[in-house]
């Protein structure tokens, strides 16, 4: 039958054309290197977004990180370098990203804190940090928090110390870039993109001015979307990774076939003008509330409860860090509770924060 025989088809056009929003046809996705898309989400976030706008905490109060890397110019002419000091001037980005195999992933120890202050070698870098170093470059951002190179792993003190200023390091950042599909830190940020079955559209009456105009293609291929990239792609199944996302004001997710931004006004995707709602989460958007408006106990009590259910679904390399995981959102959540939290459990709702089940 011919129903048999069909397929779902979507329309594409190429990057550069006008689309307005509600367009029966999309975007196609340019090179992962094209950094166009991402300093338009960007500057129409930090000049248009109210939400977005708002500074979670006042600049007398900031955190900053205790180190930074420094990733040199952008024509990639110098080598990174880790700097120290708390006296940064600029704006930085950070990275979500899963480890893998820690053996197999560059760290700073104590063994090299001093010659990663001279130089990192860029080619001693896995994939995943060095595609962070060039999309950090792309934008004209001198800094970029990682966290394997900005702890001293081998320094208990240190890694107590940085941990604990986790919610301040992510917040404070211009923007998050997220390694939402990579299964390592072998794993590439700008991955190939070819779209398949793609035919391009012919047009009824060519002329000289449909030369230049924008080609429209035919495919039958599906885009990975947001909620394949994101809440179910590789990240979205780590337990460090859940505050990493709650805490980030802004995120570029770098998924299977396309980029996606994610900010508090919205979800945007690569190959649509149409914006998602983000969903909302009590944590997430405390920080948007007033200092002197608080929402009720119960209600707040209940959004952490939430968020640890969501949590303790997602997996850790090392059991052991399952607190220090969380310390970053329950350290955000307080500064509007002031409660006694020890293990998940705030002291104020002890009777309801005991009952569990599995």
């Not at 594409?12 to 090179?31: C, H, I, K, Q, V």
């Not at 998602?276 to 007033?290: A, F, V």
């Amino acid at each position: 039958m011919l129903s048999e025989r069909c397929a779902e088809l979507d329309v594409y056009t190429n990057a550069d054309s006008p689309l307005p929003p509600g367009n029966f046809a999309r975007r196609l996705p340019e090179s992962p290197e094209d950094s166009r898309i991402v300093h338009e989400w960007l500057v129409e976030c930090m000049e248009n977004h109210e939400k977005c706008k708002k500074a979670p905490i006042s600049n007398s109060q900031r955190v900053l990180p205790s180190r930074l890397i420094n990733v040199g110019p952008s024509d990639g002419s110098q080598d990174p370098r880790l700097e120290e000091g708390q006296n940064w001037q600029g704006k930085y980005l950070t990275l979500s990203h899963r480890w893998g195999d820690p053996s197999t992933i560059t760290q700073t120890v104590k063994e090299t804190l001093l010659r990663f202050k001279e130089q990192i070698p860029f080619k001693s870098l896995t994939r995943v940090f060095q595609d962070a170093i060039k999309i950090t470059r792309l934008l004209h951002i001198k800094y970029i928090w990682v966290d394997s190179l900005c702890i001293v792993q081998d320094s208990p003190a240190d890694k107590e110390a940085e941990i604990s200023r986790m919610a301040e390091i992510y917040e404070n950042a211009l923007l998050n870039l997220s390694a939402s599909i990579a299964t390592s830190s072998a794993s590439a940020l700008f991955t190939s993109r070819k779209m398949k079955n793609l035919v391009k559209i012919p047009k009824n009456t060519p002329s000289e001015s449909d030369i230049a105009s924008p080609a429209s293609f035919l495919t039958n291929h599906t885009l990975a979307s947001f909620s394949d990239d994101v809440p179910n792609g590789t990240l979205g199944s780590r337990g460090w990774c859940f505050q990493e996302r709650l805490l980030s004001f802004r995120i570029l997710h770098f998924g299977r076939d396309q980029l996606h931004w994610e900010c508090h006004e919205g979800i945007w995707s690569e190959s649509s003008t149409k914006r998602h709602k983000r969903q909302k989460s009590g944590i997430r958007w405390l920080h948007l509330l007033p200092r002197n408006i608080l929402l009720h106990y119960r209600q707040m009590y209940d959004e952490w409860y939430k968020a640890v259910s969501a949590y303790t679904n997602r997996e850790l390399t090392d059991p052991i860090d399952k607190l220090p995981a969380l310390a970053g959102a329950s350290s955000r959540f307080n500064v509007f509770l002031n409660d006694a939290y020890a293990a998940g459990i705030w002291g104020g709702d002890l009777p309801q924060g005991l009952l569990w089940s599995r």
